[in-house]
């Protein structure tokens, strides 16, 4: 075989999946298969390889057509509602995960090449292999230079989709993440806001946001310099994620010197206490900042504000309410924490 091996870029071969009743027809395919250097695992029915397709995670499927127990055409129908069990489990989780939108939804696209083997070589055969979802097929007797090329080229095309699917994670992150800070950007905050919102609506549970400001921070950009400016935005951005409540909140940088922290499932009284958390944690730094009215050291207003989501009142709502407490703590002289 020449070219590219269809395992060039993995640390392992690929791991082939056989299932078919036959056992002698199972022993050649092994055989032929790891002169290929490929892994093999041989079960027996549909049963048999819907139990090992979960547990192994194999690279591509070798169904046999004709099974007692469950058949292949059936076993294929199977394994494609497990690949959409999966995907619904993804999306289930999309919101507390780090996990991006696009790349979840790709996932839909995401399942095992499985290749059907058939004494069956009729016209009906062929379209209902195609219908329950097979994604190739190959006719008995085997003919096993179709059958290697065959491989390859599935194996080649699922490598090839795991490149693209990396690709796309990669361009969803720098889309959803702050540049400098590594933070949430505003379009993450937005959407996860908005998503929070609809959910706790349905449950009735508290939701809790914290915006803040970095004290007279254009006096420190014109006193120490952009350069010291951006440090000093990620040394914040470390300290608020650091004292965020890591499984469900979200940490973003809202625009300039303000950050966001959206807390689901979050009663007022202890989103104050993150705050109080988070503002002690940047005065710890202790970074100077002469050009500050309020301390030597760079400090944060904040505002909190709490609401129970429902479908009379929006996520603006609550940015609002936040927003009027961080513009309270602002013109009460800053460096405080307003709750509303």
Not at 27 to 39: D, F, I, N, T
Not at 204 to 221: A, R, T, V, W
Not at 245 to 252: E, G, P, S, T, Y
């Amino acid at each position: 075989m020449s070219g590219i091996s269809p395992f060039s870029l993995s640390k392992q071969p690929p791991l082939i999946l056989v299932a078919d009743d036959d056992k002698t027809i199972r022993v050649l395919l092994r055989k032929a298969m790891e002169q290929e250097g490929y892994r093999v695992v041989e079960v027996n029915d549909g049963k048999q390889c819907l139990d090992a397709y979960q547990t192994i995670k194999p690279d591509i499927v070798l169904l046999d057509a004709v099974m007692p127990v469950m058949d292949g055409f059936t076993c294929c129908q199977q394994l494609l509602k497990i690949a959409r069990n999966n995907l619904i489990s993804a999306l289930a989780t999309f919101d507390t995960d780090s996990a991006l939108g696009n790349t979840v939804i790709s996932k839909l696209w995401e399942r095992t090449p499985i290749l059907i083997i058939t004494c069956l070589d009729d016209e009906d055969s062929v379209n209902r292999a195609f219908e329950v979802g097979a994604t190739d097929y190959i006719t008995k007797p085997i003919h096993w230079a179709v059958l290697r090329q065959r491989l390859r080229r599935l194996l080649q095309q699922a490598q090839v989709y795991k490149q693209l699917e990396a690709a796309n994670q990669a361009l969803q992150h720098l889309a959803n993440v702050d540049g400098l800070t590594g933070l949430a950007n505003r379009r993450r905050f937005d959407d996860y806001l908005n998503t929070q919102w609809i959910n706790l609506a349905q449950e009735e549970l508290p939701l809790s946001l914290i915006l803040c400001d970095i004290d007279f921070f254009k006096f420190y950009n014109d006193n120490y310099g952009h350069p010291a400016g951006d440090l000093c935005l990620q040394k914040v951005g470390t300290v608020l994620s650091g004292k965020a409540q890591k499984n469900h909140d979200l940490v973003a940088r809202y625009g300039g010197e303000e950050f966001a922290v959206i807390m689901p499932n979050t009663h007022a009284l202890g989103a104050a206490h993150v705050a109080g958390a988070m503002q002690a944690g940047v005065r710890d730094l202790q970074i100077v900042h002469d050009g500050s009215a309020v301390s030597q050291y760079v400090t944060l207003s904040m505002g909190v504000a709490t609401m129970v989501p429902s479908w009379e009142s929006s996520p603006l709502d609550l940015i609002v309410a936040a927003d009027k407490a961080l513009y309270q703590a602002k013109a009460e002289g800053r460096n405080r924490i307003i709750l509303r």
